[in-house]
């Protein structure tokens, strides 16, 4: 029997290995995904950042092209004012034109804050586009290597299901349909040594008389608890 117990904890080495190998191999698509979003996000914040700066391109030609309107009127009414024949005309004339000259300086300031924010927000813009283009040179990096390790998983992967092939070879029947069993519903460990009198896998004091057994090795026994396969390592 401790020749079985040998080859069990053997096999279990083995599948434990597999399936570090399986969980890596399907971290994989969630890492892609993850990747994917990451580059999505730096995409977005580059276009945002240029759609800021779009509107505020926008709004300081709105602000040039009214300054422009009121300055063509200001033009109009200075001569209108050499037509009049009164003074009160020419007063009414004179403060309209006073208001509009005082509607271009509020507009003015109003395009000196837009440039100066526009100016900030293609400072952004810039910073953006070199964040994006880092990460997504970092990216690339990172995919070609998870390809290349991605390879190397899957032949690792073939070459263990072929050795395994041969570790079963000369296991009892029984013995591998219950490991195999404890070890799908456990998913860790179905083989388990015995620890200062508990359970390798729970943790739970085991009775004396199943340590015992164990030490003897002329069968496996059970933890009571958790019901993994024991040794007495």
């Known amino acids: 029997m401790r020749e079985t117990i040998d080859r069990l904890v053997a096999l279990q080495e ?5 399936m570090r190998l399986e969980r890596e191999r399907e971290s994989g698509p969630r890492r892609r995904k993850q990747l994917d979003q990451s580059i999505e996000e730096h995409r977005k ?5 240029e759609e800021l700066l779009k509107r505020g391109l926008a709004a300081a030609h709105e602000i040039e092209v009214e300054s422009g309107v009121l300055r063509d009127k200001i033009r ?9 024949k009164n003074n009160e005309d020419y007063r009414l004339l004179s403060k309209e034109i006073a208001g509009c000259e005082a509607d271009i300086r509020r507009l ?27 990460q997504e040179a970092a990216i690339r990096e990172e995919a070609a290597a998870m390809d290349v390790r991605a390879e ?12 395994r092939q041969q570790l079963i070879a000369d296991i009892d029947p029984d013995w591998l349909a219950r490991y195999e069993r404890i070890l799908h519903h456990v998913g860790d460990f179905s083989l388990v040594p015995i620890e200062n009198g508990t359970c390798g896998g729970c943790h739970m004091k085991l009775p004396p008389q199943v340590v015992q057994d164990a030490r003897r090795a002329e069968s496996i026994s059970s933890c009571v608890y958790c019901g993994r396969l024991l040794y007495w390592r």
């Open 76 to 84: 109009r009414l200075q001569t209108q004012q050499f037509e009049v």
């Open 152 to 163: 190397e998983v899957a032949a690792e992967l073939k070459a263990l299901q072929e050795e």
């Open 108 to 134: 003015e300031d109003r395009e000196l804050e837009h440039m100066e924010q526009n100016e900030h927000t293609r400072e952004r813009v810039e910073e953006q586009q070199r964040a994006y283009e880092r």
């Open 45 to 49: 914040a580059v276009a945002d950042a």
């Open 14 to 18: 083995h599948d434990r290995r597999v």
